[in-house]
């Protein structure tokens, strides 16, 4: 198969476009994922980190917040645990 050296971009083009919120609990979640307790398996990130994460950031919804990174929490410790 020969490069004809072009980009192809439909995919870019197409990529949806997510609202900057969700890479704001992303990264959130990224930051909080290094507080949670190791032992011999991985535990949650705890609750005490996500409230102090909360003040230092002045989360204005916190019910929001809370619920979005105590289910991504869920779901990485599904994989992790899964895959290991």
Do not use: C, W
């Amino acid at each position: 198969m020969k490069d004809s050296g072009k980009v192809n971009t439909a995919a870019l083009d197409s990529k949806p476009d997510y609202p900057s919120a969700y890479f704001e609990y992303i990264a959130a979640f990224n930051l909080l994922n290094r507080s949670r307790n190791q032992g011999m398996s991985q535990g949650y990130i705890p609750l005490t980190e996500i409230e102090a994460y909360i003040r230092l950031y002045l989360i204005e919804d916190i019910e929001m917040f809370v619920t979005l990174i105590v289910e991504m929490d869920n779901v990485y410790l599904d994989k992790s645990r899964s895959h290991g």
